[in-house]
């Protein structure tokens, strides 16, 4: 199986503050925290347990604390790519996204590119 963080499309930073809400079938919404992000999936901590393949529907709210740049809010779906086990107690999971659009993507992984220059990389 291939691994997310050794082969990725997209740069990713633990730089943003994320309000993160997650549904199985779009109905009853779960928080998560998600400690790192980038434009094309995420990782998410959760009490929660899922099989490698499962789709979630996510509700977030990146913060990307950069200069002046506000917070904004991306509605995406996501597919459970990879058990990552036991943090934190709480279960954690690569997650790449499904269904994201074309602006979202964009602006999402401009936004990473920022921070990482701002911030530096992970």
Do not use: C
């Not at 901590?45 to 740049?69: H, M, N, Q, S, V």
């Amino acid at each position: 199986m291939e691994d997310v963080f050794t082969k990725r499309d997209y740069v990713r930073t633990n730089n943003f503050t994320v309000s993160a809400k997650i549904s199985e079938n779009g109905g009853v919404w779960h928080e998560v925290k998600v400690p790192n992000i980038a434009a094309g999936g995420l990782l998410i901590l959760t009490e929660r347990d899922y099989e490698p393949g499962d789709t979630l529907w996510f509700d977030l709210k990146i913060d990307p604390r950069i200069a002046i740049i506000v917070p904004i809010s991306i509605k995406l779906k996501g597919i459970i790519k990879v058990d990552r086990g036991i943090h934190d107690d709480k279960r954690m999971y690569a997650v790449i996204f499904s269904e994201i659009s074309d602006s979202d993507q964009i602006r999402l992984d401009e936004l990473v590119r920022m921070a990482i220059q701002k911030y530096g990389d992970i």
